[in-house]
């Protein structure tokens, strides 16, 4: 009893404590800001080129003409010595010129660290990992192509050492739960009868580990499972096993249903009596990857494997789709800072033949997979954009009034460098070609081949004469597209930036 009562009187007694830690992180926050002002302007023939449109975490359109005014504040408060406590913040709004929406709430959050473990609640623009998200094609799971979802989120962002005092393994990862944003939008973009959807729920999750210790071993590894779950809501003319459903489906967002999402349970009726599958439009990517840290360079091989259901979540029909990557860092070579190739192949898709196991034929052939296309929800996107990777031609290419992805079987090839020839001249090259033979149940007619690029500058001097440029970047890009997948684009962009520190 007296334990009971002492356990009491310390929870009573760490409250204010923590509270007390709270405000001190609140008030180092406010003394560590910076202001962000920037302007962008989007000129083409045909749509903007996909380079100048993808891996932007959204904020882009395929208007041939299009622009914004952009204004952020964040907080980029840091732990004092010996506290355990920080809090950052962020507000990121941006006043759009032909885009999806008249305003664009694209940053919205707050950070809340206690040593490794940090809770953001908003919308909040999350990086890709393992990968260079400079040159990177993109992640097929978590990617920056769409705008960021508003979510309670739950992680670890850097690496917790988990052996002691040789940091030979390290883990780290998250958990959200959130609300896609583009209800109202896919309602007025579809077109009579299409499928979409509102106050969808969305849930995430991953977990990493690194094994070595590149101080000590050259050869370090990481590897680890990203997932997406969509879920809840209310869907319109989703196809079910009889066919397109008019009347609207209403579905539940309650405890166990998220307990579902986070487990992967449930069951969606609409596959008919027998043959339910997991609730809500599950997917995700097993990422691999293996690191050589050199003198004055690091090299690193990876791999992103998608999959939609559990045959390929467990390698059933092997590895022959994927994304396989290399990298190179160098750290003492000016005009190329770094090199990034990709190949990515999802033509496989286990195969062209599926059949349900029945009395009469008990075989499973679990093929025929649609990857981010779901019989019930509009597919892996948010407002248009693919979430994942672009190269995955995202709906509002096709301008057919669906959200549908209708290219989603296809080889690519992807190449990606950058350098720093000097402090204020930066530039990077991104060059992708992609052969598509469009879905295994509507494969286009010939095989669609596109050839996309894109060269950049940035310009961030601080000096030019006697006026002070220290804040500002200007960067000018061109980019096109050549060919009968995404159409024949050729764009310019100008964006121009000041940052002010506090």
């Not at 307990?259 to 997991?278: C, K, P, W």
């Not at 948010?382 to 296809?410: E, I």
């Not at 190449?415 to 286009?444: C, D, K, M």
Request: net charge neutral; charged share 15%; glycine share 12%.
């Amino acid at each position: 009893m007296k334990t009971i009562k002492h356990s009491l009187l310390a929870a009573f007694a760490f409250l204010p404590l923590s509270a007390l830690h709270a405000q001190n992180a609140w008030e180092r926050s406010l003394g560590q800001i910076r202001c962000e002002a920037e302007t962008q302007f989007t000129a083409s023939d045909g749509q903007t080129p996909l380079w100048l449109a993808s891996n932007r975490y959204g904020l882009s359109s395929l208007e041939s003409s299009n622009g914004y005014l952009r204004a952020g504040l964040f907080s980029e408060g840091k732990a004092a010595k010996g506290t355990k406590w920080n809090m950052q913040y962020g507000i990121d709004l941006v006043l759009p010129y032909h885009f999806t929406s008249d305003v664009v709430v694209q940053q919205l959050y707050a950070d809340l660290d206690y040593r490794l473990l940090r809770l953001t609640v908003g919308a909040k623009e999350q990086p890709m990992a393992f990968r260079n998200n400079a040159l990177s094609s993109g992640s097929q799971t978590l990617g920056i192509n769409a705008r960021p979802v508003p979510e309670v989120r739950l992680g670890l962002p850097t690496y917790w050492n988990i052996t002691g005092r040789g940091h030979w393994a390290a883990i780290r990862g998250h958990i959200s739960y959130g609300v896609l944003t583009d209800g109202a939008f896919q309602k007025s973009y579809v077109a009579a009868g299409e499928n979409h959807a509102e106050k969808v729920r969305y849930h995430s999750k991953a977990g990493y580990l690194r094994l070595g210790n590149e101080d000590k071993f050259p050869v370090t590894f990481e590897g680890g499972l990203e997932m997406t779950t969509t879920f809840g809501g209310t869907v319109y003319n989703a196809l079910g096993w009889d066919g397109v459903q008019s009347a609207p489906i209403h579905l539940p967002s309650g405890f166990k249903d998220y307990v579902d999402a986070t487990l992967g349970l449930g069951g969606d009726t609409t596959d008919g009596d027998g043959y339910a599958n997991a609730s809500g439009n599950t997917l995700g990517s097993w990422l691999f990857r293996l690191n050589y840290k050199g003198k004055g360079w690091r090299l690193g091989l990876y791999y992103d494997h998608f999959f939609e259901d559990h045959s390929q979540m467990f390698f059933e029909y092997g590895w022959y789709d994927g994304l396989w990557g290399i990298d190179l860092q160098l750290d003492n070579c000016r005009w190329l800072t770094a090199l990034t190739y990709e190949y990515l192949n999802t033509t496989y898709q286990s195969g062209p033949v599926y059949h349900d196991q029945t009395p009469q034929i008990p075989d499973q052939i679990s093929g025929v997979d649609n990857y981010y296309n779901h019989n019930l929800y509009p597919g892996h996107q948010h407002w248009g954009q693919a979430m994942g990777n672009p190269l995955y031609p995202s709906p509002l290419y096709a301008q057919n009034g669906s959200l549908t992805f209708t290219g989603n079987r296809f080889k690519a090839h992807h190449f990606g460098i950058q350098g720093q020839p000097t402090p204020a001249v930066g530039y990077r090259l991104l060059y992708s070609h992609e052969r598509n033979l469009g879905t295994w149940a509507a494969p286009f007619d010939c095989a669609r081949k596109t050839d996309s690029f894109l060269a950049e500058v940035r310009l961030t001097p601080e000096r030019i004469g006697r006026m002070d440029c220290k804040g500002w970047q200007l960067g000018m890009a061109f980019a096109l597209d050549r060919g009968s997948l995404v159409g024949d684009n050729t764009g310019f962009q100008l964006t121009l930036s000041k940052t002010f520190a506090k």
